[in-house]
């Protein structure tokens, strides 16, 4: 299985701060044939199911604000939530989908400071 | 617009098998790269993947439940159901069922939880 290792387990930031969360991969989710990482990222809110943000470690889904970005390549990716609302208080996970199990990280909590 | 919904029973005994069912709508999956994946989480833990059956009959399972899981699909009932053998207490949990649309796991439903007691 391919292990997913979230830093850090919790944040607090500042309203209108960025935040960034990093996740790591025990080996690479680069596929070489379409230079695509297998690298999505998800948002919970409480009592939610998980929300699909990020796909292709960088593509945004379709209605998701801009000010989420995802960066990386290889073992190695971040989520970016470049002015923090409110409304981002969550836990975010990433997920490799590059071979089953498309296993997770154990999820990064976040908080306003 | 794609929905999924799982249904089932919400208590089992620990040793009864677990029968899932996720009904959904808005895709297909006869369509070439589409599949319906199974995910739990236990409360306040983390996400765990389960199982994915493709539109070509594909099946793969969590390694580490391998022997207890067994998914299957009614393509004209759009339908996928998950069978968990041999429920424990540690396998209380809200199962989620999703939309696998090339490798990216995109709609979600709003999950079932399961409690395993006796």
């Known amino acids: 299985d391919i292990v997913m290792t979230q830093s850090p387990d919790s944040l607090a930031v500042s309203l209108g701060e960025r935040a960034t969360i990093n996740c790591k991969s025990s080996q690479s989710v680069l596929y070489s044939s379409n230079n695509k990482d297998y690298l999505a990222w998800y948002q919970q809110k409480p009592g939610q199911p998980p929300k699909l943000l990020i796909y292709?470690?960088?593509t945004r889904e379709s209605g998701v604000p801009d000010r989420f970005s995802g960066s990386g390549s290889g073992t190695d990716f971040t989520l970016t939530i470049s002015s923090l609302q409110a409304e981002d208080v969550a836990v975010y996970y990433c997920q490799q989908f590059y071979s089953t199990p498309y296993t997770f990280g154990q999820g990064t909590k976040l908080d306003i400071k | 617009q794609s929905t999924l919904k799982e249904s089932g029973p919400t208590l089992v005994k620990p040793t009864q098998t677990l029968t899932l069912t996720c009904t959904f709508s808005g895709f297909s999956l006869s369509t070439n790269g589409m599949g319906v994946g199974w995910i739990r989480q236990s409360p306040g833990k983390a996400l765990e993947w389960l199982a994915l059956?493709?539109?070509?009959?594909?099946?793969r399972y969590s390694p580490s439940l391998k022997n207890r899981l067994t998914v299957t699909k009614d393509t004209s009932k759009n339908q996928v159901v998950l069978r968990m053998t041999n429920m424990d207490p540690v396998d209380t949990a809200t199962y989620y069922c999703?939309?696998?649309?090339?490798?990216?796991?995109?709609?979600w439903g709003q999950g079932i939880l399961v409690t395993v007691s006796s």
């Open positions: 999703a939309r696998v649309w090339t490798s990216v796991t995109d709609y």
């Open positions: 059956i493709s539109w070509n009959d594909d099946k």
């Open positions: 292709w470690a960088s």
